[in-house]
């Protein structure tokens, strides 16, 4: 009997040739600085000098807690961030110190992004989000049909066109995006406050709303049909699929390329952040740059105050995107739930909500993605990338409908899509800032992810190295 090892794999020659060193590497997040690696863990920082032939790593948090965003800096600090902590290590990762930002006493936060300036190393951005103001379904709803002032404040600032910079604010708490311009003695809060991805791009800092009341009320802006019928179901309606199909059309290779971010509330700051302008299109070149803190399932939507069980009580099973919240129906799929939890039983117990599978009944690329078996729609890896074709989101989206209308409610899938023939998806190469395809035909699998190269990784785990000739 063969058994299971787990590890990682390296090539150093473009996926020609592979090293596999075993492990429990559970890698959230990596940072190539040449031959050295440094990969962000749950609790755990791992590092290889030798370009991930072998590897060594240091508990930087304890198994209560867990890590949530890792950066380099041009200095070669390396900073990461745990429950209301950020933690800074000047020797490549062997060693930690903490940092600690100046806030009220018993404010409890967990970090989105850590962003160094890439031209002075002494000023780091820190964008931080606070405990979420109750539960998150009600709060939804909310939104959908405009009956709370949080959603009516949400819509409001999605919906202003103010031309000056200035100073934004929503949300109570601390969020927001602190920095420091001496390497981490004094923090203070920037002018925006609200809790937000963060990234830099071509000297400017970018961000994008992540409070999921926030990411909602833009998709619902930009997406009226689809939010209309998921307010429809969570109040008892049925779903027509023409209507999903009417609200699903093919977004284009750069919305379908910005991802998560195709549709978000974003901001840009000049000035370092003392002020910033809200952008009413979130261009490419900052959304691929802001791409990757988002999604990261992870940590990303854990509260600032929740604590894993202890080892005893986890159950060992495969990561599901779907959440208990969300009941599955007799035709095996998942919808969003008709009635508020008090209505679902008060003996019931408390259950999770993922945002991330909530934001897809208000967003066509999430929901869609969701059909595909979880696996995204495109995916980014310096200049390399891959997205759907036209042809294959549309295949999807008939097929998506017309599970909905037998299941009675938006479906989630897993789907089956009825597709006989061309490429599903398309890679693509940039140059001079024009993403444009590489000839052939791609493998047929539809990939998980990709890494430059090029190199693919297909849904069955299966490698494929691209050469361009």
């Known amino acids: 009997m063969v058994q299971p090892e787990a590890g990682v794999y390296a090539s150093a020659d473009g996926g020609a ?8 590497y559970d890698f959230r997040e ?30 930087v948090v304890r198994g209560g807690d867990s890590l949530d965003a890792m950066a380099l800096g041009s200095n ?7 429950r209301s902590q950020l933690y800074v290590s000047s020797d490549g990762a062997q060693t930690w110190r903490s940092i600690a930002l100046q806030l009220p006493p018993g404010t409890v936060w967990r970090a989105r992004s850590i962003v160094p300036d890439p031209s002075h190393a002494q000023i780091v951005y820190l964008s931080i989000r606070s405990e979420p103001p109750g539960d998150l379904l009600a709060r939804f709803k909310a939104l959908l049909d405009f009956s709370s002032e949080e959603a009516v404040s949400a819509l409001r600032l999605v919906d202003s066109h103010d031309a ?3 100073a934004v604010s929503w949300g109570k708490g601390a969020d927001g995006v602190y920095a420091t311009q001496d390497g981490g ?14 990234a830099f791009h071509d000297g400017a800092l970018y961000a994008a709303a992540a409070d999921p009341i926030l990411e909602a009320a833009a998709l619902i802006r930009r997406y009226p ?16 699929p023409a209507v999903l199909r009417e609200a699903c059309p093919f977004p284009g290779r750069d919305h379908l390329l910005k991802g998560p971010l195709a549709a978000t509330l974003a901001f840009r700051s000049t000035d370092g952040g003392a002020t910033w302008s809200k952008l009413d299109d979130l261009p490419l070149a900052p959304a691929l740059a802001l791409r990757p803190n988002v999604g990261d399932s992870g940590t990303q939507y854990l509260s600032p105050t929740y604590r894993p069980p202890p080892a005893t009580e986890r159950r060992t099973q495969p990561y599901r995107e779907a959440s208990p919240n969300f009941p599955q129906t007799r035709y095996g799929g998942r919808g969003l739930p008709r009635h508020p939890p008090s209505e679902q039983g008060q003996g019931a117990a408390p259950r ?5 599978l909530l934001l897809s009944f208000v967003d066509p690329i999430r929901l869609v993605a969701h059909f595909n078996g979880g696996l995204p729609l495109s995916g980014v890896a310096d200049d390399v990338a891959y997205a759907a074709t036209q042809p294959y989101w549309d295949a999807l989206v008939k097929a998506l409908a017309d599970e909905s209308q037998e299941e009675g409610e938006i479906s989630l899938g897993p789907g089956r899509v009825a597709w006989t023939g061309g490429a599903a998806y398309e890679l693509l190469h940039r140059e001079s800032g024009a993403w444009t395809p590489l000839a052939g035909e791609p493998p047929q699998s539809f990939p998980r992810s990709i890494a430059p190269g090029i190199f693919l990784v297909g849904g069955n785990g299966r490698a494929w190295a691209i050469r361009r000739r």
Do not use: C, N
């Not at 070669?76 to 745990?82: D, K, N, S, T």
């Open 17 to 24: 040739t592979w090293t596999f060193a075993p492990g429990g």
């Open 30 to 59: 990596v940072i190539f600085s040449k031959e050295r690696i440094w990969a962000r863990g749950a609790t755990r920082v791992f590092r290889s000098p030798d370009g991930g032939r072998t590897w060594a790593w240091v508990d």
């Open 76 to 82: 070669g600090f390396l900073y990461v961030a745990g």
């Open 164 to 166: 000056a910079p200035g």
């Open 185 to 198: 003695a004094l923090w203070k809060r920037t002018g925006l406050a609200v809790d937000a991805w963060l």
């Open 225 to 240: 049909d689809l939010a209309g019928a998921a307010d429809r179901q969570m109040k008892g309606g049925g779903v027509s």
């Open 352 to 356: 999770a909500l993922s945002p991330e």
